[in-house]
C-alpha cells in the first residue's frame, strides 16, 4: 500500500507514524512545500520515499494533512492525478468549503472529508508523534458521496488507528466545531495577547504565572499558516462564536461592576457543569 | 511542631502532606465550617487530630486555607488566639485586603501574606495532592511587617516544601496575579458557558471537543465558592483586565468581518512568542 502523505508537519507525520506501524506493507512518501521537512522527515524515519505531485499516480491512498485554504487549492488537482482505486481524505478543520470545492469533481467519489479531532499545539515533522489518534474521534462528512471501496478503505486505517467515527454534514461539521475548536483557539490567542501586552516585563509573567494560565493559553502557540485559513473558511460560524462569548465576558464585567456576586458565584456554578461534560477528554 | 490547617480542601490538605512528610516532628490539627471534611481529611490521614478555634493556642504554626472573603472575617480573631511565638500565614489569590485588614493588628507581625501559585481546578481533601507545591513560586507580601523569627520559620516550611519565593508589595500583586490567573479562570468559565448554552445536544460536544479545547476550559472546574471572593477582593483590577481582554476580542472580530486574514495571522504570530515565556512552567 503507497500511501502519499501531503504535508508532512505534525498531523500528516503522525499518521505516517502510525499507518507504518498498522501496516507492513505500507511505504510511505511525502510531499511537501518545504525541501527542509520533506529532508526531516525522511530522516526521522516518518516517510520511506521524498516525492511530489507528479508522483501521484502511484499512490493507494493520498492523506492531504496542510492548511485548509491549500487545500482547496489543490484538492482538485490530486484527485486528477490519482488512480480510480486511490482514496484521497483530508484531515482539515473546515469542511464544507472542501466538499463544495470538489462537489461536482468527477473524481467526487475516491474523496473522503475527514477531520480527526487530534493535534498538538506544536508543528512540523519533528512535532510529529505515535498514536496521536488512539481514542480520538474522526468526523466525516457527506460519506455517502465516497465510493464504497473506499469508504471501506478509509475505515481500515481510521480503525487500525484506534479513532471512532461519527457522521456529520459539512454545514453542522463547521457550525459545532466553531464552539468546540475554533473559538478557544481564539480566546486562548486574545488571553495570551492580553497578558503580553500588559506585562512588558515577562519575568513578571513567568514567575507568577501557574499551571492554571499555562493550560489556558496553551492553544497560543498554535501555528498561525494553519489557523488564519481556519477562520477564514468559517468565518460566519467563527464570528457568531465570537459574538457569544464576547457578549458573555460582557455580562459577567457588567455583575462585577454591580457587585452582583450572588450572579458570578451563580454563573460559575452552572458552567461547572462542564466537569460532566468533558470526562473522557483528554 | 504543631500545624493548624484552617480549611483542609485541596491547597490546605495538600500544605498536610508535604509538611508531614517534610517534618517528622509535625502534628497536624484540622480546623474546619465542615464537620465531614474533617472526618475525610482525618479517614486520609491528612491531619492527626480534628481541632476548632478554640484550640489555636496550641499552634506553633497556622495555615490560613479558605476562600479569601472567610480569611478577612477570620484572620484577626485567630491573631488574637494564638501564641506569641505562633506564625500565621494565608495562602489566598489576593492581597491587598487582607494586608489591610489586620494592618493595625496588635500581633501584625505574626502574619506572613503568602499566595502559593500552586492548585488544580478540583478542591475539598479528597483533591488534596502529594508535592503540590514542589518547584511553584510562593509570593510573599510585606515581609518586612512579619517577625524575623517567624520569617525564618515561614521559609524554612516553603523551602523544605520545594516553592521559590518571590517578594512584592501587596498592590502590585492583586495587579499582576489579576492578568495572569484571575483573568485565565473568567476566560475559561465563559468559554464554557458559551459552549454549553449553545450546544443543547451535549453528545455533540463530547464527540467534537478534542484536547485543546479540555484544556482551555479545564479551569472552569473550579470551585465558584473559592473564586466569587477573589473576583470580589480583586474587582478594579479583574475589570481592568476584563476589559482589554473584551477590546482584544472585539478587534479580533473586527478583523474577521473585514476579512483581513493578513492582520488574523500577525495577531496569532506575536502572540506565539507565548511560547517563550510559558516555557518552564508546567
Keep these: 500500500m503507497k500511501v502519499f502523505i501531503v504535508g508532512i508537519g505534525l498531523i500528516g507525520g503522525s499518521f505516517a507514524i502510525d499507518i507504518k506501524a498498522a501496516f507492513n506493507e505500507a511505504e510511505i512518501y511525502g510531499v511537501d512545500q518545504s525541501e527542509e521537512h520533506l529532508d526531516n522527515a525522511l530522516s526521522l524515519g516518518l516517510i520511506d520515499h521524498k516525492s511530489n505531485f507528479e508522483g501521484l499516480d502511484l499512490a493507494d491512498v493520498v492523506i492531504v494533512a496542510i492548511p485548509v485554504d491549500a487545500t482547496v487549492e489543490v484538492l482538485s488537482d490530486i484527485l486528477n492525478k490519482v488512480k480510480d482505486d486511490c482514496l484521497v481524505f483530508d484531515v482539515g478543520s473546515t469542511k464544507k468549503k472542501l466538499c463544495e470545492t470538489v462537489m461536482s469533481h468527477p473524481k467526487r467519489r475516491n474523496y473522503l472529508a475527514a477531520h480527526p479531532i487530534a493535534g498538538t499545539e506544536f508543528s512540523g515533522p519533528q512535532a510529529a508523534i505515535a498514536n496521536l489518534y488512539r481514542g ?15 469508504q471501506e ?14 457522521y456529520m454534514d459539512p454545514v453542522s461539521h463547521d457550525k459545532h466545531i466553531a ?33 492554571g494560565f499555562a493550560s489556558t493559553v496553551r492553544l497560543a502557540k498554535s501555528s498561525p499558516a494553519m489557523w488564519a485559513p481556519i477562520f477564514k473558511h468559517n468565518k460566519e460560524n467563527v464570528i457568531e462564536t465570537l459574538q457569544e462569548y464576547i457578549s458573555n465576558l460582557n455580562q459577567f464585567k457588567e455583575f ?7 450572579e458570578i458565584y451563580k454563573e460559575m456554578e452552572n458552567t461547572n457543569h462542564i466537569k460532566t461534560i468533558l470526562k473522557g477528554i483528554s
Tied chains: 1, 2.
Design 136 to 150: 480520538k474521534t474522526n468526523i466525516i462528512c457527506e460519506v455517502e458521496k465516497t465510493a464504497f471501496k473506499l
Design 153 to 166: 478503505k478509509g475505515m481500515e486505517i481510521f480503525s487500525r488507528l484506534g479513532m471512532r467515527i461519527r
Design 179 to 211: 464552539y468546540v475548536s475554533h473559538l478557544s483557539h481564539i480566546s486562548s490567542f486574545m488571553l495570551g495577547k492580553t497578558v503580553i501586552e500588559k506585562e512588558k516585563n515577562e519575568r513578571d509573567i513567568f514567575d507568577m504565572a501557574g499551571s
Design 256 to 262: 462585577m461592576e454591580n457587585d452582583d456576586f450572588d
